[in-house]
C-alpha cells in the first residue's frame, strides 16, 4: 500500500513542477482585431516589458498587408530594460536594426495593439490577421 501511495504522490508532485515550470510569457499573445480596453493594452504592453527584461524572451509583431509580411522584434540588450534592439524586418527591404529606448517601444507596441480593424487599410482580404506575441529570443 505504501508503494502505491508513494506513486500518487510521486506523479502529484511531477504534475505541480510541470504547471509551476510553464513559462510566466506564455500567454502573452495577442491578435487583432481584439476586444481589450486601452487600459488593458497598456497593462499587457507593460507585462511584456517586464518579460523582455526578466527572460530570454523577445516581442514580435508580425502583420500583413497587400504588400507583404513584415515583422518587428524587440529584445531588451540591457540588464535594466531600458534599451532594446529593434529588428524590423520588410520583404521589399530586408531586415533593418536599430536601438530604441523603453519608452519607444512601449509607444509602438501600444499603438499598434491598439488599431481597430478600420485602421488597417492595407490589410489583405481573408488574410492572416496582424500578431503579437512573446517567445525566446532563440526562435528569432
Known amino acids: 500500500m ?8 510521486s506523479r502529484l508532485r511531477g504534475e505541480q513542477i510541470e504547471q509551476s515550470s510553464e513559462e ?3 500567454d502573452l499573445e495577442l491578435t487583432l482585431p481584439h476586444d481589450r480596453s486601452p487600459t488593458g ?5 507593460e507585462c511584456a516589458l517586464v518579460e523582455l527584461t526578466h527572460e530570454e524572451v523577445g516581442a ?10 513584415k515583422r518587428t522584434q524587440f529584445i531588451a540588450v540591457d540588464d535594466v530594460g531600458e534599451k532594446f534592439q529593434k529588428r524590423y524586418f520588410d520583404e521589399r527591404l530586408g531586415w533593418h536594426e536599430t536601438t530604441v529606448s523603453r519608452e519607444a517601444v512601449r509607444d509602438e507596441l501600444v499603438n499598434r495593439l491598439s488599431q481597430s480593424s478600420s485602421d488597417r487599410t492595407n490589410e489583405m482580404p481573408n488574410g492572416d490577421p496582424d500578431t503579437f506575441r512573446v517567445k525566446p529570443v532563440h526562435q528569432f
Do not use: R
Open 60 to 69: 514580435e509583431f508580425v502583420s500583413t498587408s497587400v504588400v507583404g509580411v
Open 24 to 26: 510566466p510569457w506564455a
Open 2 to 9: 505504501s508503494s502505491e501511495h508513494e506513486q500518487q504522490q
Open 41 to 45: 493594452i497598456v497593462s499587457f504592453v
